[in-house]
């Protein structure tokens, strides 16, 4: 997948508020949408950043929730995707997998090595975003790659689970059937078909 480079948006010096308040909804969106599928669960959130999404699934009803990333916030433990040892019932990585970049033991694709660690140590499923190279051209130098729809479908090929697509764009968060209807892409894995999404 070759590495795009576009307009670099520097969003790090905004509040949360005014992350919130951008047309994309920034993470919180996803945070959301998030919510509403692990109410009553455990959540392990990679790439957690400062926390501010474990609280907004916490408080959506997640019955434990923990967090890691290689810069961790006050209440984020120190770790990458690959660290996870335990299981717990889903776990959230939002905005993470674009950074993924491949090494001398994946050369090539270890987002796909990367998102099946995940699915190993989930119970329920996996929920991950990602910015649609095709509409949002982030270009955010820390990105080792952006997907197309078309390398989104790539992605996911060969996962036999029930796999939900949501966009966030434009607030609220719908399901949609196509990733060319995305500006963002949401994903939610089941890897249990009888675990029902809600709507």
Not at 102 to 107: L, N, S, T, V
């Amino acid at each position: 997948m070759p590495r795009r480079v576009g307009e670099y948006r520097n969003y790090s010096f905004e509040t949360l508020e005014k992350q919130l308040s951008r047309r994309d909804g920034g993470q919180g969106e996803w945070y959301k949408i998030a919510g509403s599928l692990v109410r009553g669960y455990t959540v392990m959130d990679v790439g957690a950043g400062s926390g501010y999404g474990m609280k907004i699934m916490k408080k959506a009803g997640a019955l434990e929730v923990s967090g890691i990333d290689p810069y961790p916030g006050r209440d984020v433990e120190y770790g990458r995707g690959e660290d996870i040892l335990g299981f717990y019932d889903w776990i959230t990585c939002m905005d993470v997998i674009e950074h993924i970049e491949d090494d001398e033991e994946h050369p090539d694709r270890k987002d796909k090595y990367f998102l099946k660690h995940l699915l190993d140590h989930a119970r329920i499923g996996v929920f991950l975003s990602t910015p649609n190279w095709d509409t949002y051209h982030a270009g955010n130098l820390l990105h080792y790659r952006e997907y197309t729809p078309d390398e989104m479908r790539e992605l996911l090929e060969g996962l036999d689970y029930d796999i939900w697509q949501y966009d966030a764009a434009y607030p609220p968060p719908k399901r949609v059937e196509s990733f060319e209807d995305c500006t963002q892409f949401g994903v939610a894995i089941f890897k249990n078909r009888s675990n029902p999404a809600p709507q």
